[in-house]
């Protein structure tokens, strides 16, 4: 099992920054690929950006340049950078870790870009 928990959301005015962090903890060792996803109202949970065990990274085209996944196995931690935040980027973010055998997701952290 693993469990995941995400923080440091909020409320944001456009053009600002925030950072999120998510925490794994139980069998971390299974997990391959990290990734943060998002969903906002009345639309399907989006990909943002993923990490692998070999520190690749992917990210959605509606976030490159802005927004930067990064990792420290020795915390066990994951982030979301993101700078220079649209309204269009409300949403409740979710971290995810892959393993083989199955996913596992965070409870959410919501993120409000608004003046």
């Known amino acids: 099992q693993v469990q995941l928990v995400e923080s440091g959301g909020g409320l944001v005015q456009p053009g600002g920054s925030l950072r999120l962090s998510c925490a794994a903890s139980g069998s971390i060792f299974s997990i391959l690929v990290m990734g943060w996803y998002r969903q906002a109202p009345g639309k399907q949970r989006e990909l943002v950006a993923t990490?692998?065990?070999?520190?690749?990274?992917n990210y959605a085209d509606s976030v490159q340049g802005r927004f930067t996944i990064s990792r420290d196995n020795a915390k066990n931690t994951v982030w979301l950078q993101m700078n220079s935040l649209k309204p269009d980027d409300t949403a409740v973010y979710y971290c995810?870790?892959?393993?083989?055998?199955?996913?596992?997701w965070g409870q959410g952290t919501q993120v409000t870009v608004s003046s």
């Open positions: 990490i692998t065990n070999g520190d690749r990274t």
């Open positions: 995810k870790g892959a393993t083989m055998r199955r996913d596992y």
